[in-house]
């Protein structure tokens, strides 16, 4: 993912693990965002996806590269999608993108 760099967000990768301290975020409200570094839709998602990271300081933001972890992302047949989970438990799914709702699922969630 070349925009790795600028973002706030955890990115996933075969070579990469989520945190040094995987218990962390089984205890909080985690955001993924599944996309393709290719994708035109995930591409215009990425920057509201950065903002709300700043916004919504409760969330660990989690960008998931569906070409880098395939093994992880099996379920996933749209791109975006994104996944809400709270206490290691997944509690909503948003497919597709659109800034005011990803900031209402978000405010919804926190």
């Known amino acids: 993912m070349a925009t ?3 973002l706030p967000a955890i990115p996933i990768s ?5 945190t040094s301290d995987p218990r962390r975020l089984l205890q909080s409200s ?3 965002l599944h996309g393709k570094p290719w994708c035109r839709v995930c591409s215009q998602i990425l920057p509201s996806f950065c903002q709300l990271s700043n916004e919504f300081k409760k969330f660990s933001f989690i960008y998931a590269d569906i070409d880098e972890c395939p093994e992880t992302t099996l379920s996933i047949r749209y791109t975006p999608t ?3 989970y709270r ?5 909503d799914e948003m497919l597709g993108a659109g800034e005011e709702r ?3 699922r978000l405010w ?3």
């Open 4 to 6: 790795s760099a600028a």
């Open 82 to 84: 994104f996944h809400f």
């Open 30 to 32: 985690i955001m993924v």
């Open 14 to 18: 075969r070579k990469s693990s989520m």
């Open 87 to 91: 206490d290691g438990e997944r509690v």
């Open 102 to 104: 990803l900031h209402d």
């Open 108 to 110: 919804l969630h926190s």
